[in-house]
């Protein structure tokens, strides 16, 4: 491109392809490499958030929650708090419980993806944590209620069930993502297709 007021094109150094994939003069498709170091970014951010910080407020947080649940649909119920331990009457709230594996994950997706605003990316993270919250909440309440109203046994209504309900909380999420942050759904098209291109090129001969 001919700048104002020169008579040759700049001849300056061909800028680094980006992540995102934008293409303009001098730019090149992300390579392997960049999609790389975005990976091992996400992992560290998301292995970081859940296994670091001491999740025990969000543990009693969630028990309060559920059992104020339980009682607002007739069903009494108490916090205990033993130790360190975060209990809805005899069953003990811990990290796993409070969902913040999501939020970690979703984290680590999110922080180091380029080109989204901080303050888009602060919004989309509290927004799916709330989210995540209620619906741990939700889960809580409904595997106590269906536990004590002879229902189902423990050993289904916390693993068969929770799990269930995890994944239709997670489909959930993910469309709320991509309502909040479209970049999500545009890198991963982007990714996919970059890996594609990766594995199908032909080997050079020796």
């Known amino acids: 491109m001919v700048e104002k007021g020169g008579d040759t094109p700049s001849a300056g150094p061909a800028r680094r392809g980006r992540i995102d994939g934008s293409s303009g003069p001098g730019s090149d498709p992300p390579t392997a490499m960049d999609f790389a170091l975005y990976a091992v970014s996400a992992l560290a951010i998301a292995i970081f958030l859940y296994y670091i ?8 947080l969630t028990a309060r929650a559920s059992a104020w649940a339980l009682n607002l649909i007739g069903m009494p119920s108490e916090f205990k708090a033993v130790g360190r331990g975060a209990f809805v009457n005899e069953v003990q709230i811990v990290r796993d ?31 799916v944590s709330l989210a995540v919250f209620a619906a741990n909440i939700f889960r809580v309440a409904l595997e106590l209620w269906l536990l004590y109203n ?14 269930l309900l ?5 489909a959930f ?10 970049e999500i759904g545009y890198f991963l098209d982007l990714l996919i297709g970059r890996l594609r291109e990766i594995l199908n090129r032909p080997a050079s001969p020796r």
């Open 53 to 60: 910080p001491d999740y025990y407020f969000l543990e009693e």
């Open 97 to 127: 419980c409070t969902g913040v594996q999501v939020i970690a994950a979703f984290s680590g997706i999110l922080i180091p993806l380029p080109k989204v605003a901080w303050w888009k990316k602060a919004l989309s993270i509290i927004s």
């Open 166 to 170: 995890g994944v239709v909380s997670v």
């Open 173 to 182: 999420l993910v469309l709320m993502a991509h309502k909040l942050v479209p």
């Open 150 to 163: 002879g229902i189902l046994p423990w050993s289904l209504a916390h693993y068969p069930l929770g799990l």
